[in-house]
């Protein structure tokens, strides 16, 4: 069904979560991570500048807009720039003193989606929805749910996913956590048989934009949908055993990306009464909203 932040905040009164690919990939890297998150809904107060996710979030929205003006680009673009521009990284300072370019430039990003405009305008398959989020049932009392950047008809119905990334040749679309819960929200949704295309938009320092504009397209067989199928129910039973017991472990994936993860000063608190004063001074609660984000 198409589905709403309300939908959720509906489902979980009546004791239902509904899991996305991204809550289900922090409860695979640190339980305990995820009760921080998802469970207490916990957020920093003051998050450092996050230039990667609003390139990323901003980049989304233009090719939203675009879609939806029947690919007007000076609309795209205007629309881009509107929500970066106050966000973008500033130039660095290199060991010379000399200026060094940002990597998240306003810029690079209107370059970058006016490359993709040129590339992919005549793609003719009629566009179904974009930006479309749905929940749906994979077995009696468990919920996926996602937002789905595009759906396309041609040979087969198809979803898309843009992904703004500076390492385009490390994405697997096999197997795929997010990929496959969106090839089961629209095949569930539609009844047809779905097919996914990856848009990859590389960002790149050195490399021009048309040289690493790359689409992937991929399908499933049910084989693998079985092997996803019963990886997804075997984390969501762990998630509710952790729930109904509230015991949440760590799991030490505490610096992901060499970057510390932002509930480590929690992990290291000395007492209970210094991880509570923590969680006050350093925390916000926020519940996660699948239908807010992109990724
Ligand atoms: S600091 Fe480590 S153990 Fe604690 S929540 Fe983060 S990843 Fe898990």
Not at 16 to 24: E, G, T, V
Not at 203 to 211: A, G, R
Not at 218 to 243: G, M, P, Q
Request: proline content about 5%; overall charge neutral; glycine content about 6%.
């Amino acid at each position: 069904m198409q589905a709403d932040t309300g939908t959720l905040q509906k489902l979980r009164q009546d004791g239902i979560y509904a899991y996305d690919p991204s809550a289900l990939r922090n409860a695979i890297s640190c339980l305990c991570m995820y009760n921080y998150r998802h469970e207490m809904g916990l957020v920093l107060k003051n998050p450092k500048p996050n230039y990667a996710l609003d390139f990323g979030s901003s980049g989304h929205k233009s090719l939203e807009v675009w879609e939806n003006t029947k690919r007007t680009d000076s609309e795209a673009i205007r629309t881009f720039i509107d929500m970066f521009k106050s966000n973008e990284e500033p130039p660095g300072i290199g060991k010379t003193g000399k200026e060094l370019q940002a990597t998240y430039s306003t810029i690079y990003g209107c370059s970058l989606l006016t490359a993709y405009f040129n590339k992919y305008r005549d793609d003719r398959r009629q566009i179904v929805d974009v930006e479309l989020t749905l929940a749906e049932e994979l077995i009696p009392g468990v919920y996926l749910c996602g937002r789905i950047d595009k759906i396309m008809k041609g040979r087969l119905l198809t979803f898309s996913d843009y992904k703004f990334t500076k390492y385009p040749d490390r994405h697997l679309t096999l197997p795929n956590l997010q990929f496959l819960t969106y090839d089961f929200l629209v095949s569930k949704l539609t009844g047809e048989k779905v097919s996914g295309e990856l848009d990859l938009l590389g960002i790149s320092k050195t490399k021009s934009p048309d040289d690493i504009l790359t689409r992937v397209p991929f399908e499933y067989t049910n084989v693998h949908r079985k092997a996803w199928k019963d990886s997804v129910l075997y984390l969501v039973d762990k998630i509710n055993k952790c729930r109904e017991n509230n015991y949440w472990p760590q799991s030490w994936q505490c610096q992901p990306y060499f970057k510390d993860c932002i509930y480590l000063p929690l992990c290291q608190a000395v007492d209970e009464g210094l991880r509570q004063a923590l969680v006050s001074s350093m925390f916000d609660v926020s519940f996660w909203d699948p239908f807010d984000v992109v990724d």
